[in-house]
């Protein structure tokens, strides 16, 4: 089963940016759909986006679109988050997942994904 592994978390001020990475293994990663989620404190995990494994398939929650972008390199079995115009309400623990369809069926869906990394905690300060 694929491993997963993120990074690029930190503290960051209202506005700015960061990229998130998720570095698979183990798998086939370049037939695995990739998502990524979050779970702010004391809150529910929420879908943030996902992308099919040809990355021409996107998808992103209202709250996202227009400031993340999720993209994947199937040669360094990565995916990324590109994170912009980061405000204080994106503070998360944030999430990569793999599902082993190349199209999610339900990519906003928890339960659709196969394997879970351990998170990388994003905190934006106002």
């Known amino acids: 089963q694929v491993q997963l592994v993120e990074s690029g978390g930190g503290l960051v001020q209202a506005g700015k940016s960061l990229r998130l990475s998720c570095a698979a293994s183990?798998?086939?990663?370049?037939?695995?759909?990739m998502g990524w989620f979050r779970q702010p404190p004391g809150k529910e995990r929420q879908f943030v986006a996902a992308?099919?494994?040809?990355?021409?398939?996107?998808y992103y929650a209202n709250s996202v679109k227009g400031r993340f972008i999720i993209s994947r390199d199937n040669a360094k079995s990565t995916v990324y988050l590109q994170m912009n115009s980061l405000q204080p309400e994106d503070t998360a623990v944030y999430y990569c997942?793999?599902?082993?369809?190349?199209?999610?069926?339900?990519?906003?869906?928890?339960?659709?994904?196969?394997?879970w990394g351990q998170g990388t905690q994003v905190t934006v300060s106002s």
């Open positions: 183990g798998g086939t990663f370049s037939t695995y759909a």
């Open positions: 992308i099919s494994w040809s990355p021409d398939i996107t």
């Open positions: 997942a793999a599902d082993d369809q190349k199209i999610p069926t339900l990519p906003r869906s928890g339960p659709t994904y196969d394997a």
